[in-house]
């Protein structure tokens, strides 16, 4: 019952023995994720906190381990490439969880995404990853405020997503699978590419979508609900109160001088598109039961 | 990061973009070393030099109208230049409270014959560069692509490609130049390029771009600004930065790795995550109140973060109450608590608090917070925390 990852996910970890690597890895075991291998340059051969062989490329990890979806925990300066290295070894999903990536650095990667013979989907930079509840758990999100269910929800905020997540299980409501895209400008993944996986995955039956100002992406996505959705969906926009002109923590929510990028256009493309609107980041669970009884 | 127009023609001018002849003056001596390089017979332009646009239109807090002037003369150029030094400017992108100029650029002026407009921006949607290009120079380029969207050439560059001869071409003879102009002019976008890509610029823009009677075309005014990601790959770019053009408090804030933005209300927020943070200030904003601060102290914040975040919120005098707003992930709430009461400590805090706790050992950080004795207020919702705070402040 989910997208993207369950339980025959099979993940690698890049940067697996820095300080963040090593401590959300842990996590992730402890929630059940299989991790196959680890990635250090320089460490192969090495067995990580006693229980994951370390290679020192992602293709090792591959080839020797069957590694299918890759996490990244490596600094901003060397993030790009280690994606571009996931891409090249064929990993089917790269999930980036750093924060920092270089602008330009990104605009490389997407043009390597769309090369007519790529087989990776990235999700992130600047995420915080995903997870199929009861199944996987990617990324650094608490594991213990979700709870296996119906409900797709996308997000460009990390915390945020708590908030509606924790929102749902407390009203019983579990998740199919919950995915962090992430705050930056140029993303992997985009709100459009995530609804139209919930859209076509018969076990979600209703989508929860969490956005920003800065951008078209809700935009985007609104027009795609508006013509192929026909299950629930719900929808809220942080930073209807943010200022013009300057960006707000993630480096994708800012509004343009020209206005480009408002809550107000998101919030109207989501009427138009017959999402029922959260104005209230405490009631983003409550706009979907308006229109899902679950 | 944004630069001041001097430091981004002295850029403009290593990437072999014309500019006209300048030189930049912080200090009254400065002045007169910078004018005694120009001609007493010629124009001066004098231009203050702050980060923000609008400037020729602008007027200092004393009522000296204009933070750019064309000057005949020495004389005429220094007395320019004694008003605005050290006055504070006031442009309609500056705010009412203006900025302080701290600089001032000195050029040679030049005579026009036509002004066009030239910028490159990364493009957040198609994750490539585009040149922007109009005939309609000197003026607000947002307002020209509204009235007259056909003026504006757009052209896209594709990170991996890069810019083309061919596409120098295009815009050259869209904007209307032939025989040597075109050849002038593909210099200047291949310079401009190269810059663009080369320090991770997010915008380079020439406003305007200039051709003279003698059909030389050069660079009039220049903006940049830089990726805050990519500037520890630039030490060069990071000595650009003028930390007098920031606000005090959001400098401070970045030593200690918080983001916080300074606004215009009375209830300062303390939240983890971005998103939740502006999540926080609209709904201040939906009972009335008006948030004082954006401030995100990140996912892993430790006590010394969680005071330092509490001794700047506080160093605005506009402060009336806190709101603080966790939901602990890998954050845990603890360890946010054992942070308040530490501050409560080490800083006075003389306005109300409210503190709403979510998520990971919430009991426990509750607890803490009880046990505690420091004054505020448990929420239990961030409704509930809003409401309160908001009462609260507004008595």
Known sequence: MSILVNKDTRLVVQGITGKTGTFHTLQCIEYGTNVVAGVTPGKGGQLWENKVPVCNTVAEAVEEHGANVSVIYVPPPFAADSILEAIEAEVPLVICITEGVPVRDMAEVRRRLYFHNTKTRLIGPNCPGI?????????????????????????????????????????GHGQSTCIGIGGDPINGTSQTDAIRMFNEDPDTDAIIMIGE????????????????????????IAGASAPKGRTMGHAGAIVSASGVGTAEAKFAAMEDAGVSIARNPSEIADALLKIYKG | MNIHEYQAKRLLQDYGVPVPKGYAAQTSREVETALSHLSDDEMIVVKAQIHAGGRGKGTFIDGYKGGVKLCKGRNAALDAANHMLDNTLVTKQTGPEGRKVQTIYFTEGCDIAHEYYLAIVLDRETAQSVVIASTEGGMDIEEVAENSPDKIIKVSISPTMGLRHHHCRRVAFELGFSGDQVKQFARILTGLYKMFWEKNAMLVEINPLVTTPEGKILALDAKVSFDGNSIFQHPDIQQLRDLNEEDPKEVEASKHNLAYIALDGNIACMVNGAGLAMATMDIIKSFGGEPANFLDVGGGANEDQVTAAFKIILSDPKVKGILVNIFGGIMK?????????????????????????????VEEGKKLLRESGVALTPADSLVEAAEIIVKQVQG
């Not at chain 1, 100002?213 to 809220?236: D, L, M, Q, R, T």
């Not at chain 2, 709430?333 to 109300?352: E, F, L, T």
Request: hydrophobic share 40%; proline share 5%; glycine share 12%.
């Open chain 1, 213 to 236: 100002i800065g951008g078209s992406a809700e935009e985007e996505a609104c027009a795609y609900i508006k013509e192929h959705v026909k299950k629930p969906v719900a929808g809220f």
């Open chain 1, 131 to 171: 997870i199929t509840p009861g199944e996987c758990k990617i990324g650094i999100m608490p594991g213990y405020i979700h709870k296996p269910g119906r409900v797709g929800v996308v997000s460009r905020s990390g915390t945020l997503t708590y908030e509606a997540v924790w929102q749902l299980t407390q009203r």
């Open chain 2, 333 to 361: 709430c603890d360890v946010i608590a054992r942070g308040i009461i530490a501050a409560a400590k080490n800083v006075d805090i003389k306005v109300p608090l409210v503190v709403r706790l979510e998520g990971t050992n």
